[in-house]
């Protein structure tokens, strides 16, 4: 089945830096790479996705990018504020969609003010 | 449009007892998930519907874990009997068909064994 690695497990950053995680997938046959971010308390919440056809993507201060040669993909956060503070999780699914899901061992990101 | 309702918040039970949890989906969502998050880690599907039919439970651990949605709408998982190792957050998430690519999570249930 589907392993999905995610690197770091913690990061932390200066308000108005940037942040990157990453993660890589195992199987060459998945074909839709979503991101969650969960605060605490909460259940995850989509904040960006991107489809295998796709090497790019970029929505205000966040933006995903996919190499799928490589199987391996990077969620990137401009400008980083203090409500960015949060678990982050990479998934993968070979369905296109949002089900199937295999998530990430997620990031707690935590940006100091 | 109110969101994925789940109950109880929090339950903590002694090993070997039974334990159910509940979910109220999206109204009009025809896909619901269940997850289990173990602390430090991603969530992991347990059970997927569709409708009231069963979509995958591949990974469910069916000698003691057992979900029903029988009339297509609202949910139940219950473990019977628990063991330590079940301690973590149960999530129920809902999306509005299988070819949806958002699912939409509730706040979980939160299961402690001791």
């Known amino acids: 089945g589907e392993n999905v690695e995610q690197h770091p497990s913690t990061l932390s950053v200066q308000e108005g830096d940037s942040a990157v995680i990453k993660c890589t997938y195992s199987?060459?046959?998945?074909?839709?790479f979503p991101w969650y971010k969960q605060e605490l308390g909460k259940g995850p919440q989509l904040i960006i996705d991107?489809?295998?056809?796709?090497g790019e993507k970029k929505d205000q201060r966040i933006a995903v990018t996919l190499n799928k040669t490589a199987k391996h993909f990077s969620l990137h956060i401009t400008e980083t504020q203090p409500e960015d503070s949060a678990v982050y999780f990479c998934?993968?699914?070979?369905?296109?969609?949002?089900?199937?899901?295999?998530f990430g061992g997620g990031t707690r990101l935590m940006v100091k003010p | 449009e109110a969101g994925v309702a789940q109950s109880p918040r929090y339950k903590i039970i002694e090993k070997r007892q039974s334990v159910a949890f509940w979910c109220n989906p999206i109204?009009?969502?025809?896909?619901l998930y269940w997850y289990q998050q173990i602390l430090g880690q991603g969530p992991k599907l347990l059970i997927q519907?569709?409708?009231?039919?069963?979509?995958?439970d591949s990974q469910l651990p069916k000698d003691r874990f057992s979900a029903e949605r029988l009339k297509g709408v609202d949910s139940t998982l219950k473990i019977q009997p628990a063991k330590l190792e079940d301690s973590a957050v149960y999530l129920c998430?809902?999306?509005?068909?299988?070819?949806?690519?958002?699912?939409?999570f509730g706040q979980g249930t939160r299961l402690t064994v001791v």
């Open positions: 998430a809902s999306s509005l068909d299988l070819s949806s690519t958002e699912a939409f």
């Open positions: 199987d060459s046959a998945s074909n839709y």
């Open positions: 991107i489809r295998s056809n796709v």
């Open positions: 998934a993968a699914s070979i369905n296109n969609a949002g089900n199937m899901l295999t």
């Open positions: 109204s009009g969502h025809a896909t």
């Open positions: 519907f569709q409708n009231n039919g069963v979509v995958d």
